[in-house]
C-alpha cells in the first residue's frame, strides 16, 4: 500500500524539499512504494525555486532538485498525506492552529525518528546547508526504516 509522506518546514525552499528529494533518493535505492512531496508553513516563498545553497549541497551528494517550487501546506494536504513531517517544531504548531490540532496524529518532527529527537536548524539563518543536510539524510533514513518496518 503507497504511504504518502509530506515533509514541511517553513518557506519550502530549504530544508523540507532537501528532506523530500533525499527521501525519495533513499526509496530509489531501497524500494518502496512512496508519494513524497513538501511544503511550507508560510507563503512568503510561494513559487520560488529551492534555495541556491541548498541545491547545491543536494547535488555535491547527487541528488537533483529541478523542477521543485515553494508551496504552502493546506488543510487539503493534512487530509490526504499519511505522514506529515516537520522539520522544527514550530512547523507543528503552526499547521496545528491551521487544521485545529493534530486529530489523527499524522504530525511528527524528522528526527524523532531517530535516536535523537531534535529540531533541524534552519540553514537559511545558520548558513550550515551541510549540517542540515546530514540531519536530514539521518531522519528520512530512520523515517524510511520505520515505514518499512511498519508495513510488514
Given at each position: 500500500?503507497?504511504?504518502?509522506?509530506?515533509?514541511?518546514?517553513?518557506?519550502?525552499?530549504?530544508?523540507?524539499?532537501?528532506?523530500?528529494?533525499?527521501?525519495?533518493?533513499?526509496?530509489?535505492?531501497?524500494?518502496?512504494?512512496?508519494?513524497?512531496?513538501?511544503?511550507?508553513?508560510?507563503?512568503?516563498?510561494?513559487?520560488?525555486?529551492?534555495?541556491?545553497?541548498?541545491?547545491?549541497?543536494?547535488?555535491?551528494?547527487?541528488?537533483?532538485?529541478?523542477?521543485?517550487?515553494?508551496?504552502?501546506?493546506?488543510?487539503?494536504?493534512?487530509?490526504?498525506?499519511?505522514?506529515?513531517?516537520?522539520?522544527?517544531?514550530?512547523?507543528?504548531?503552526?499547521?496545528?492552529?491551521?487544521v485545529g490540532g493534530d486529530?489523527?496524529?499524522?504530525?511528527?518532527?524528522?528526527?524523532?525518528?531517530?535516536?535523537?529527537?531534535?529540531?533541524?536548524?534552519?540553514?537559511?539563518?545558520?548558513?550550515?546547508?551541510?549540517?542540515?543536510?546530514?540531519?536530514?539524510?539521518?531522519?528520512?533514513?530512520?523515517?524510511?526504516?520505520?515505514?518499512?518496518?511498519?508495513?510488514?
Amino acid at each position: 500500500m503507497r504511504k504518502k509522506i509530506m515533509f514541511v518546514c517553513l518557506g519550502n525552499i530549504c530544508r523540507s524539499p532537501m528532506a523530500e528529494f533525499v527521501f525519495k533518493a533513499i526509496a530509489d535505492e531501497r524500494g518502496g512504494d512512496f508519494e513524497v512531496a513538501s511544503s511550507g508553513t508560510s507563503s512568503e516563498e510561494y513559487g520560488n525555486p529551492v534555495y541556491p545553497p541548498a541545491a547545491a549541497v543536494l547535488a555535491r551528494h547527487d541528488i537533483r532538485c529541478q523542477g521543485k517550487r515553494a508551496v504552502q501546506f493546506t488543510k487539503e494536504d493534512y487530509a490526504y498525506y499519511d505522514c506529515i513531517v516537520c522539520m522544527e517544531q514550530r512547523n507543528i504548531s503552526r499547521l496545528e492552529r491551521l487544521v485545529g490540532g493534530d486529530p489523527l496524529g499524522k504530525f511528527s518532527r524528522l528526527l524523532d525518528f531517530t535516536d535523537a529527537p531534535r529540531d533541524i536548524a534552519d540553514p537559511w539563518y545558520t548558513g550550515d546547508f551541510e549540517t542540515a543536510f546530514h540531519e536530514i539524510y539521518e531522519g528520512c533514513l530512520a523515517l524510511y526504516d520505520k515505514l518499512q518496518a511498519d508495513a510488514r
